[in-house]
């Protein structure tokens, strides 16, 4: 009694975090009038007056890799007119940010080559998939003219299968919400916390909590339209789902990470998606930088820091530039010839690549749509496919293509060790036990990537084991040279974060250059 009778608002706060996730403690937090305020980043680019009014001309520098760090990297320094050389190991740019096509070939280490036979129009985005409305990247679309649109990240109508059951996510989320709101309710009615809450506070809180879990007039979880129907309201009034089932059996279904998942700030709707594919970015990106400047099949090999001066050598080639801005993997980077010394080197091997992948299925209808009446959004799973994307553009199209996984660590390593047919056949044997033999009987064509197993790149991205000196020794310079990348940001595995931490550089170097100037 007296752990119940010392709850303070921070601990009730604590709680309908841990149950419903950031979205209800956020609500919560509005009821009670305890909102955070938005931050706010700012960013002045390079100009060419930086230089000419100066009477002199902006640096040389080498970027090491066009993925979107490096080609961010390139774009911005170009608008104050450094001479920059871009230099990429594989045969195009882009790096993570990979959208395949019909026609298209995808390779990987220690594994047959996969053609993809894709009809027209219909892509996959094996790479990253979706912009939060607050990213850097939308300013990027903008700024470049790349057109976006709608990415149904969390859809109603999408599913949730856990422990062998598969229900609607509108069912999961009214059932799990419901009961946890007539909990708190009534021990916020019974007087359990008012020796923490104000009088206002209390009746504040039971107003969001009726609301939050659409309880009944005694605080209790009855069930409720949220949970959908068999038979949608017309001219009759409709069949809603039978149920719902016990607390018990709700909680024994552990759908809270599922139904969390659009809580966090990456993760909140709405979202979106360049129109006709993720690699718009890097192909306007590319345009602005000028392909000329841009050196494909230039694997690096050594990268020697000099007084004053960077010399990098590749097969093939060496130069000699002012500045080096290098954006490839840290665990890349770290087993090229270099001289950045020891502490830089430790950094480098400090954090740890992780294994993903995705899948990529394409069907000749769009089943999700006619029979099971989803539009975009992601069924979340405990399988080992973890999610099913629905596509979020070209609704009613005779043929479209599902993300049938998405997975990361020890999942994406099971299924990087198989060949593309069987990652295609267990795939498919795990999707069925939501959709039916359909989702195997109907499938025209498909296409997996495993990211650790992408030549020069060797991971989906990099997991730090803490935010400690290394991460922060490598946000400065080691001499001329400059790291860039996802990996040096808080949005690890984000465009985002390579576009921030492309920009953090360019901001370095740049006043660092103009200073000499």
């Not at 992948?357 to 999700?368: C, D, F, N, P, S």
């Not at 730090?464 to 400065?476: A, E, I, M, V």
């Amino acid at each position: 009694m007296a752990d119940r009778a010392t709850l303070t608002r921070r601990g009730l706060l604590v709680g309908i975090g841990a149950a419903g996730g950031a979205g209800a403690m956020y609500a919560a937090m509005g009821a009670l009038g305890l909102a955070p305020a938005e931050q706010d980043k700012a960013f002045t680019p390079p100009r060419p007056g930086d230089f000419t009014l100066k009477g002199r001309g902006a640096a040389s520098v080498v970027v090491l890799g066009a993925g979107v760090a490096g080609l961010t990297a390139a774009y911005e320094l170009g608008k104050a007119g450094y001479d920059c050389t871009v230099l990429e190991a594989s045969g195009r740019t882009g790096g993570r940010n990979l959208t395949l096509r019909g026609g298209d070939r995808l390779t990987e280490l220690n594994g047959p080559a996969q053609d993809v036979r894709f009809g027209d129009g219909v892509y996959f985005n094996a790479g990253p998939g979706r912009i939060a409305p607050w990213m850097v990247t939308m300013d990027y679309c903008r700024e470049l003219g790349i057109p976006i649109e709608t990415f149904v990240n969390t859809n109603a109508a999408a599913y949730v299968h856990t422990n062998g059951r598969t229900v609607r996510n509108k069912t999961a989320r009214a059932d799990m919400y419901g009961y946890i709101a007539e909990l708190l309710a009534k021990a916020t009615h019974q007087g359990s916390l008012d020796r923490r809450l104000t009088k206002d506070d209390r009746e504040r809180l039971l107003e969001f909590l009726r609301r939050f879990g659409d309880l009944g007039p005694r605080l209790a979880y009855e069930g409720s339209e949220r949970r959908g129907f068999t038979t949608y309201p017309g001219m009759g009034g409709g069949t809603e789902i039978a149920g719902p089932a016990g607390l018990h059996d709700v909680l024994a279904a552990g759908v809270g990470r599922a139904i969390t998942n659009d809580f966090g700030y990456d993760q909140a709707t709405p979202m979106f998606q360049p129109v006709g594919g993720m690699d718009a970015i890097v192909a306007r990106l590319t345009e602005a930088v000028g392909r000329d400047r841009i050196r494909t099949g230039a694997r690096v090999t050594s990268i020697t820091d000099l007084e004053h001066g960077v010399t990098v050598a590749w097969e093939g080639g060496e130069l000699t530039a002012d500045f080096c801005v290098a954006t490839l993997p840290p665990h890349v980077l770290a087993k090229i010839s270099h001289n950045f010394g020891q502490k830089v080197t430790t950094a480098l091997k400090t954090p740890v690549p992780v294994a993903a992948g995705k899948i990529g299925l394409e069907y000749g209808r769009r089943w999700w749509e006619l029979e099971d009446r989803i539009y975009g959004g992601v069924t979340e799973t405990d399988l080992d496919i973890t999610h099913i994307w629905y596509p979020s553009y070209d609704y009613h199209a005779q043929r479209g293509l599902l993300v049938g996984y998405y997975n990361s660590d020890e999942a994406a390593q099971l299924y990087g060790a198989l060949t593309p047919e069987d990652r295609r056949h267990r795939a498919l044997t795990q999707g069925k036990k939501i959709h039916g033999e359909k989702y195997r009987s109907e499938l025209l064509s498909s296409v997996s990537i495993a990211w650790e197993r992408q030549p020069h790149l060797q991971g989906g991205w990099v997991r730090w084991p803490s935010f400690d000196s290394s991460f922060t020794l490598l946000q400065r310079p080691s001499g001329r040279v400059y790291f860039a990348g996802d990996w040096l940001t808080h949005l690890v595995a984000w465009q985002a974060g390579a576009m921030e931490s492309a920009r953090s550089a360019v901001t370095q170097l740049h006043q660092r250059a103009a200073r000499s100037a």
